[in-house]
């Protein structure tokens, strides 16, 4: 089953506006990740925010974490035309003999970014 | 030089025929993955290995096995391909644990875009 769900799953905006892009999870995790994928390519990691943190920076991105709420949101600010891709938030599990750190991905924001 | 590599890019075969996807990783990697992304870009996991042994497998059919012939390579062989089975499957990789602030982070590589006729 689908652990991570995105909100929105679209999003247009012009350049140089800012992103915000949420993600809702249903089990407890280990840590919680943003992808981007460019259309006809492969996922590529952005950010990774363990559990016992709030905050994230790198770059234009800014990740949050509730794990009381079970939420994630992701912000890209000062957004460029390169920006437009989808984006995925990913849960991962603990390190057990069972999960062994699976990522379970949710079905991503559709983000285009006009000039 | 590409990190996670996987072959073919595409694929096109009538149903009911075998075929095999390749992944390759050159990044020392103790896991690697197969991924499965639907038309509607849902990603699912499909198989987890590490250093060689299957860790992950999820309720996926049989018609669909992997091989680890070593920590660098996991292959993916799909027989009595079926209409359904049309998707880009992703092979990852990633450091597990021990691997400290970076666990966990997976590599992807450019996806097989499979169709079955």
């Known amino acids: 089953s689908q652990q991570g769900e995105e909100d929105p799953q679209a999003l247009s905006i012009q350049e140089g506006e800012n992103a915000t892009m949420n993600c809702s999870y249903k089990?407890?995790?280990?840590?919680l990740q943003w992808y981007r994928q460019n259309s006809g390519r492969g996922l590529v990691h952005l950010i990774l925010?363990?559990?016992?943190?709030r905050e994230k920076h790198s770059g234009r991105l800014r990740v949050t974490l509730d794990t009381s709420k079970k939420s994630s949101s992701l912000l890209i600010t000062a957004s460029r035309a390169a920006d437009t891709a989808s984006y995925f938030c990913?849960?991962?599990?603990?390190?057990?003999?069972?999960?062994?750190?699976?990522?379970?991905f949710g079905a991503g924001t559709q983000v285009v970014v006009t000039p | 030089d590409t990190a996670v590599s996987q072959t073919p890019k595409y694929l096109v075969t009538q149903m009911g025929n075998d075929k095999s996807i390749k992944c390759e990783q050159n990044?020392?990697?103790?896991?690697m993955y197969w991924y499965k992304q639907d038309s509607k870009k849902f990603l699912k996991i499909m198989f987890s290995?590490?250093?060689?042994?299957?860790?992950i497998n999820e309720t996926v059919p049989n018609r669909f096995s992997p091989k680890s012939p070593d920590k660098a390579h996991l292959n993916l062989h799909i027989n009595s391909l079926e209409l359904g089975d049309s998707a880009v499957y992703f092979c990852?990789?990633?450091?597990?644990?021990?691997?400290?602030?970076?666990?966990?982070?997976?590599?992807f590589g450019e996806g097989s875009r499979l169709t079955v006729l």
């Open positions: 990852a990789s990633s450091q597990d644990r021990l691997a400290g602030e970076r666990a966990g982070e997976l590599f």
């Open positions: 089990t407890s995790i280990n840590n």
């Open positions: 925010i363990r559990s016992n943190e």
């Open positions: 990913a849960t991962g599990a603990a390190w057990t003999t069972d999960s062994w750190g699976k990522l379970q």
């Open positions: 990044l020392g990697h103790d896991t």
């Open positions: 290995y590490n250093n060689k042994e299957l860790i």
